[in-house]
């Protein structure tokens, strides 16, 4: 690695310490906590899938160059050059690593991995080594921010031929719009994900609700965020952000998809909406009696996998239970405490990697499957994109032998007209 | 010798001292004036109120009481124990009425008190002997736990002399006069301090928290002011 490169991976570096992430580089006692923590030590038993070990390969490279011990006495905390073997290893450790924080839940100074590995993840890119492919979804996904005049017919009518599927769940009045998008002043924007499973079930409870509600044009998913590319993260965002305030909205509801609810939920700052995932969305209707729900239409045990970055990261954890009870009298827990419960081995990208990643995943996520297993569920329902297809994934490798479910489409083919 | 004994009881503990105290505060100015992360970064459900929480994380360790209970047996008696030594080397300063709440002889704990923290810290130590553990270890973790046991196994001596086996010479006044007089920077050493036949533990146990001094700024043991705040952000 050259000079040049390096200064400049190191100004990356240096962009990302702000006292939070000072904090965790400072901090960590190596007093073994976090061990148990990771899915993917407990599954492979890999001493660097540890939290506190993957944190360490970030914090070796800040004492080399941002700490007065690692310059003055680096044998004292293994300070370290960084070097193309030191980048494998960041890459090892970023892409290997969820950002589930199950470790910080264990970590008795509240680590924040997914954090730490944010640096990983923004040196990868500087050093043009990140997967290539999530950068280019994520260019992608701007490039539709800046010209969506171009495709605006192409999704319309798109959006119009899905109409038939979304009146099997819910029948409209003869005139009434069965997906409306671009509506000035509605109350609520969806913002769906690029495929028909993410509008068809959410546009039948919405028109079932009488919600007064509009079709976002962008999808919800964010491949800056999972590249870990805080500029791309901000420019997927805003797309969305300026649409709800062209429309004028009072609400975003985000779909099925971890990241998408909580980088909207929590990064896009003070803005003139709130932000709801759909699963909020649907048992306020429940609760407020806008949705009648047919519990016969669930057979078998019910569990819910809570998603890492919507139920411990995200605090939705009460309503899809609130949900699952209206719609069956065979619900499970799967983990005493949703807090703890094991990720699917699917976020931070991974995922979103697909076959790369497919044996890795299945191989970190054993625990995962052990305890679906464990529950004799016949029905495993879920409120993210990636976890379903992580879970889905599990299911046909572990032959579990259930059926992975998005939890909103359980909430629409059980609607009452 | 008695140069060297001057020197590490003297001016080696002011050096200490400043170090401690200028590496310390400089070091956490640096970190707290840095731009706030911009997001929360808690971990959910939320409890209230949240400062009452982190109270309570920071210092009943309530995750390692849950994943690892013996070690938290050891974490939260040696934590004690490091808070009563410190409240007994205050007391080496004058008479405290606050600390004589319970009646009791300098130190408290007639001598276990000690005793513990060596066996908690060979606890810890051997800890890092094993695996996994060992491969998340860095040299410094093994430093500073090996200090830490040299200090006490050193200054706890004195007091097990005392206590244990009737030895007279060296009494708690004589540290008084000495401590009392490094605060009050006019520093005497007693004869009894530099010429009892103990006088070689007080050295070392000097020589050796001087050392943690001046290396605590620069170490994990910074955790000891971070904790707190590292807790609230995951309170939210």
Wanted: glycine share 6%; aromatic share 12%.
């Amino acid at each position: 690695m050259d000079d040049k490169l390096r200064d400049d991976l190191l100004q990356l570096f240096r962009s990302k310490l702000n006292e939070a992430m000072t904090f965790y580089l400072e901090t960590c006692t190596r007093c073994g906590v976090c061990v148990e923590a990771c899915h993917a030590y407990a599954s492979m038993g890999q001493v660097r899938y540890i939290a506190a070990y993957r944190a360490e390969i970030i914090r070796r490279i800040y004492k080399k160059y941002f700490k007065s011990q690692g310059r003055a006495w680096a044998s004292l905390g293994e300070s370290k050059e960084l070097s193309e073997m030191a980048l494998d290893e960041l890459y090892d450790a970023a892409y290997s690593c969820t950002g589930c924080r199950r470790c910080m839940v264990y970590c008795p100074f509240g680590i924040d991995t997914q954090m730490l590995m944010s640096i990983a993840k923004l040196l990868l890119i500087g050093a043009d080594a990140e997967p290539e492919i999530l950068t280019l979804l994520a260019d992608t996904s701007i490039e539709k921010g800046k010209s969506i005049d171009l495709f605006k017919e192409g999704f319309m009518k798109g959006v119009k031929s899905l109409d038939k599927k979304v009146i099997e769940h819910w029948q409209l009045e003869a005139g009434e719009t069965v997906i409306p998008v671009d509506v000035k002043g509605a109350d609520l924007l969806y913002v769906a994900l690029a495929g028909a499973h993410s509008i068809i079930p959410a546009a039948a409870v919405f028109n079932a609700a009488g919600e007064k509600w509009s079709l976002s044009f962008f999808e919800a998913v964010n491949f800056g965020a999972f590249v870990g590319d805080p500029i791309r993260t901000k420019q997927i965002l805003d797309r969305i952000i300026s649409e709800a305030k062209r429309l004028n909205v009072k609400e975003v509801c985000i779909c099925e998809c971890g990241t998408a609810y909580r980088v909207m939920k929590q990064l896009s700052g003070r803005q003139p909406f709130k932000v709801s995932s759909i699963t909020e969305v649907h048992a306020r209707y429940i609760k407020e009696g806008r949705i009648k729900l047919d519990k016969s239409k669930v057979t078998g045990t019910v569990v819910y996998h809570d998603p890492c970055q919507i139920a411990r990261n995200g605090g939705v954890m009460d309503e899809p239970r609130y949900i699952l009870r209206h719609l069956t009298d065979n619900y499970l827990e799967m983990t005493p405490d949703p807090t703890y419960n094991w990720c699917c081995g699917g976020g931070g990208g991974l995922v979103a990697l697909g076959e790369e990643t497919l044996d890795f995943r299945m191989k970190s996520a054993r625990v995962k499957a052990d305890q679906v297993k464990g529950t004799g569920a016949a029905i495993l329902s879920t409120a993210c994109e990636n976890c379903h297809t992580q879970l889905d994934n599990l299911n046909d490798h572990y032959k579990l032998g259930c059926k992975v479910r998005f939890l909103s489409s359980m909430v629409a083919d059980a609607l009452i007209q | 010798m008695q140069s060297i004994y001057y020197f590490v009881l003297v001016p080696m503990v002011y050096i200490a001292f400043s170090i401690f105290a200028v590496g310390t505060t400089f070091r956490l100015i640096n970190i707290f004036r840095q731009p706030k992360h911009p997001t929360t970064l808690q971990i959910y459900p939320e409890k209230t109120p949240r400062w009452l929480w982190a109270l309570h994380d920071t210092f009943l360790f309530p995750t390692v009481r849950r994943h690892k209970p013996m070690l938290w047996c050891f974490l939260i008696t040696f934590h004690i124990c490091l808070l009563l030594l410190l409240i007994g080397h205050i007391e080496l300063l004058g008479e405290f009425k606050v600390f004589q709440v319970i009646p009791h002889q300098v130190f408290i704990g007639q001598g276990f008190v000690g005793l513990i923290v060596a066996i908690c810290l060979l606890y810890f130590l051997f800890r890092r002997f094993l695996s996994p553990v060992r491969e998340l270890s860095v040299a410094e973790d093994y430093y500073l736990l090996i200090l830490l046991l040299l200090i006490v196994i050193f200054g706890s001596e004195m007091d097990w002399a005392r206590r244990w086996y009737e030895y007279g010479e060296l009494d708690t006044e004589d540290y008084q006069a000495y401590l009392w007089s490094l605060l009050t920077f006019r520093p005497v050493l007693p004869d009894n301090v530099i010429y009892s036949g103990h006088s070689f533990m007080l050295v070392l146990h000097v020589f050796f928290a001087n050392l943690f001094l001046i290396f605590f700024p620069f170490s994990q043991a910074m955790h000891s002011f971070l904790s707190l705040p590292m807790n609230k952000l995951r309170r939210g």
